[in-house]
């Protein structure tokens, strides 16, 4: 299928061909006919991208901080591999689309296929032939309405709820400043909302087509009196409210707001303006500000959008899916006029002149711009909703080849940690990459020469030639995943987490033990990179002839996570302790040769502490040798401080190793410093799991450490919760 897409660092443009999105828990898979280009918002995104990444630093200071805090933590060669690694690929452009349901994931009641929709999301309705929406982001189309006016549901949505902060009464004289896009809808709103409306905009074309819409007046900003006429229409008291939809660093719009707005009034702030709020004329006639976010609550909420989560319309009249559906509830009684803001049509081959279009080089007049998608046969929309089951007893192909790669998962961390590494090999096959995003998958295989690339897992977990599957995805598919590919025969290499909980990692055990075809057959590897990172090894080697009990202390400051953040959701990552510290229980195994035994664990008082979510923690785990592995994972630390620490005593001996920079060696008074560059072992773990698939050696982590180390985060939750010390 065909997707617009432009290239992070460089700017470039293209018609992308990537595989058709894959839909998850809750979405539907839309075949798209029209979206549109938001061209204030996407000509700022086109724009960005083209620019130099000083220009981009010196307008992001904010970001550039954040880079800053992670090089401390982890070091300017992870840290830039990581950045470069993101700005060398490709992002999807669009938001708002329309067209038909093409298949239904089994959670979704209320659509079906064949049912007209239109779709919004920024990291879902994209320019693109096909694409997959979560159900809260999606509405049905009424009959009578046309698709291509449907696929302007977002952007009208956005301008309906900043119709709705402005709370407008029957009439009302409300003034909107800016008439692209926005502000056209805006006046439309208005007008069917019985307010008298006038339109200020710096270009012609807009304010002609301000009448078009129905506004009474509509003024150049330079060439017409605007604070005159507002005055005259309004009686003399002034605009009852003010609307900016216009997008500029300027702050002539705010200026003008404050001066044309009555006593009391309001003025409510859609688009991307400058807010440098002029403290005169607002003290003085206490206007009342008001800003408006996107296209109604539920907007970046993860709950609603992703979960598909509902607020009660008792408590929340307009949401942002109650606000699509207003839209086109108006298009149907003709309230809503599309025809007059359309003043472009392209077709989906044509879409980087309509990208021209808005980056001004041609020089044509512009504000609404459709692009259309051919249409598709009836055998393949009917093999798009098909949906193929695999049977549950093992199943191995005698095709399948241990150097022939798959990948599910195709992130930042994949493309920057483990994809590289793959590479470098010789003898090693990239086969398939498998991705949610069809444009990402699509991008991973030109820049890693994978063979194809996918956006059903199954293209990899199931194929008969792949014999290696590494997952690379959210923590939530880890479990499912690795069980598929091991039971297909498959060696796995899975990123930390195996498992969120017993349930997801009882399977996998009783798989790789009871079935004579696996077992000691089929590599399994879970992500723990440390025990691989040079310094950790030597700090072990410093240990290796002793056969007494140490005292290990790893110390993590990890930095505070917001709760919604997704590693902190239970069943998309788990949070931090099954997620992030299964590293260091892993590490404190490989440092010490021994397995947890019991652990204790308090945590500090803290508003994210849940069932999973523990932001700051103290662990001791008493080691079957006798050792002691305290583990001080901190949020409330401060960044410029490294990372990570080890302190570990043993026989009248001790090692520090700092943030995998520098080791330091002392026994009998005599202290030896090592240097290391930050690596922290990814390199060697992915070399390390090849080779023992080469050389069909012993798992390079025993599987009973890496159940163990499953296991023990699980019982430190319980302890924490049990507030008591809980054997494993």
Known sequence: MKQIAQHIKTGAMKVSDVPTPAIGSGMVLVKNYFSVISAGTEKTSVDSRKSSLLQRAKSQPEEVRKVIDEVKKNGLTRT?????????????????????????????????????????GAEYAFHSDLVAVPRNLVARIPDGVSTESAAYTTIASIALQGVRQTEPLLGETIVVIGLGLLGQFTVQFLKANGCKVIGVDLDPLAVQMAIRSGADAALHRHDDPVVSVVQSMSGGYGADAVIIT???????????????????????????????????????????????????????????????????????????????????????????????????????????????????????????????????????????????????APVISPRRSSLSIGFVGA????????????????????????????????DMRGKFGFRRSSTNPADVLSDEVIGTVFIATRHGQHAPFAYEALRHGKHVFVEKPLALNEEELAP?????????????????????????????????TFFAEYREPAVVHYYVNAGFLPKDHWTQHPTDGGGRIIGEVC??????????????????????????????????????????????????????????????????????ATAVMDNFQTLTLARDGKQNRKKGDGDKGHHNEVVAFMNAIRKKSNPVIPLESILATSRATYRILEALNRKEVVAL
């Open 80 to 120: 830039y591999k990581r950045i470069m690694g993101k700005l060398d690929s490709y992002a999807g452009l669009g938001y708002s689309t329309a067209g038909v349901v093409v298949a239904v994931e089994e959670s979704v009641h209320d659509l079906e296929i064949g049912d007209r929709v239109a779709c919004a």
């Open 246 to 392: 216009a997008g500029t660093s300027s702050n002539d719009p705010i200026d003008l707001a404050g001066k044309i707005t009555r006593e009391r009034g309001r003025v409510v702030i859609v688009g991307a303006a400058s807010m440098n709020i002029p403290r005169g004329p607002y003290y003085m006639k206490e206007i009342d500000i008001r800003i408006s976010r996107s296209y109604g609550p539920g907007r970046y909420d993860k709950h609603y959008e992703e979960e598909g989560l509902d607020y009660p319309i008792g408590y929340v009249r307009w949401t942002e899916n109650r606000n699509m559906q207003a839209y086109l509830q108006l298009l149907a009684q003709g309230r809503i006029n599309t025809d007059v803001l359309t003043t472009h049509r392209f077709g989906v081959d044509e879409a980087l002149e309509a990208y021209a279009l808005i980056e001004g080089e041609k020089t044509e007049p512009y504000v609404g711009i459709v692009l259309a998608y051919d249409d598709m046969d009836a055998e393949a929309l009917k093999s798009l909703a098909q949906d193929a089951s695999i049977p549950a």
């Open 411 to 442: 992130g930042s961390f994949a493309s920057g940690y483990l994809l590289p590494h793959l590479k470098a090999m010789d003898d090693v096959t990239l086969e398939c990459v498998c991705n949610r995003s069809g444009l990402t998958g699509a």
């Open 508 to 540: 996998i055990e009783s798989l790789l033990l009871t079935h004579p075809e696996l077992t000691g057959k089929v590599q399994l590897m879970v992500g723990y990179n440390r025990r691989f990172a040079p310094l950790v090894m030597d700090m072990q």
């Open 583 to 652: 590293h260091f229980v892993d590490t404190i195994q490989f440092l010490t040769g021994a397995l947890p035994q019991r652990i204790s664990a308090e945590s500090i008082a803290s508003e994210n502490d849940a069932v999973t979510n523990f932001d700051s923690v103290n662990i001791t785990m008493r080691m079957t040798d006798g050792s002691i592995g305290i583990i001080t994972y901190v949020a409330n630390g401060d960044s410029s401080i490294p990372k990570e620490r080890i302190t570990m005593s043993c026989g009248n």
